[in-house]
């Protein structure tokens, strides 16, 4: 699946709480020319942050990293779904000294939401594609904004603009080696260089509530395999036990046949007509006595002549 980093420039910063506030995703085009259908991203959001309030006691409603890398920056304090406005806010509270520092000096530009794309198709009113995310984390991030921009901070109950402070030139250090470049458009293969060739990429674990997510769907899917599978051999059973009748009656025919013996007429005609005599045969006993009054090969040649004229049909 292609990953997805949607920046959104940050609004406000509460100094006294450490709260960052700002716009998670909205419907509108973003700076690659695509746009983020809120409609049917919204449950996937909500499924995100339902999770995460489940695994954190209700403490977090989503978690929080820096540059998209293994730095737990804090939490969602809050989340906000403008269902006219077609934008989700959300409020983090940071608790690391050292990236809360980044948001107080305006390193930090934004929110930049981490995960993957469901699936893309073009809008048919702007020509542009739109698509469904389903978020996994939104980080802070250093991605310039235009310039000039700024954001709120609030102290002591009274705001001031600031301006954001420009991006270094050089990778954040908290950016992981082979993440995606948090200024390339979604999708892109540009990676951050590792910091040695003699180490390889780090590769983030899953969080337990992951682990345990992906271990409850395969249990799920194992669990309906078995069910189907029960299912076709109980209906395998039941099509074998409504056969074991006609398959019993159809034995005790075979074999009602094999004990049957021929018929009287047919032995008469496998005699030969110069065994006749002027008097007419009185039965099958009489057509056996002429039948062991012939000679071995003329008999062999009438039995031969009384199969061949009187074959056994099939009768089922």
Not at 83 to 102: L, P, S
Not at 138 to 164: H, M, N, Q, Y
Not at 226 to 251: C, F, G, Q, Y
Request: with cysteine; net charge negative; hydrophobic share 45%.
């Amino acid at each position: 699946m292609s990953t997805l980093d949607l920046f959104m420039p940050l609004a406000k910063v509460d100094l006294d709480q450490r709260i960052v506030q700002g716009v998670a995703t909205a419907e509108v085009p973003d700076r690659v020319g695509e746009i983020c259908d809120y409609a049917s991203t919204k449950p996937y959001f909500e499924a995100w942050s339902a999770e995460a309030l489940a695994a954190s006691g209700g403490k977090s409603l989503g978690a929080v990293r820096a540059m998209h890398g293994r730095v737990a920056a804090g939490k969602l304090t809050d989340i906000a779904f403008d269902d006219e406005g077609k934008r989700i806010f959300v409020a983090a509270k940071i608790v690391d000294d050292e990236e809360w520092r980044k948001v107080t000096e305006g390193v930090y530009t934004g929110f930049s939401q981490g995960g993957r794309y469901v699936k893309r198709w073009p809008d048919p009113d702007s020509g542009l594609m739109r698509y469904t995310a389903e978020p996994s984390e939104i980080s802070l991030v250093d991605l310039p904004c235009v310039p000039g921009a700024t954001f709120e901070v609030i102290k002591d109950g009274i705001v001031e603009k600031r301006a954001f402070a420009a991006r270094a030139a050089a990778p954040s250090a908290e950016s992981a080696p082979g993440e995606p470049a948090l200024d390339a458009p979604h999708g892109a293969a540009v990676t951050a260089a590792p910091a040695s060739a003699q180490t390889p990429p780090a590769t983030e674990a899953p969080s337990p509530s992951d682990a345990l997510a992906k271990a409850a769907s395969a249990l799920a899917h194992a669990a309906h395999k078995l069910e189907r599978a029960a299912a076709e051999n109980e209906a395998l059973r039941k099509t074998v036990a409504a056969l074991a009748p006609d398959i019993e009656a159809l034995r005790r025919r075979v074999a009602a046949l094999e004990a049957q013996p021929l018929p009287a007429k047919a032995a008469l005609r496998a005699v030969p007509k110069s065994a006749d005599s002027s008097s007419e045969p009185s039965g099958v006993d009489e057509a056996i006595k002429r039948l062991a009054a012939l000679p071995a090969q003329e008999r062999a040649l009438a039995l031969t002549k009384l199969s061949l004229a009187n074959p056994v049909h099939p009768r089922f």
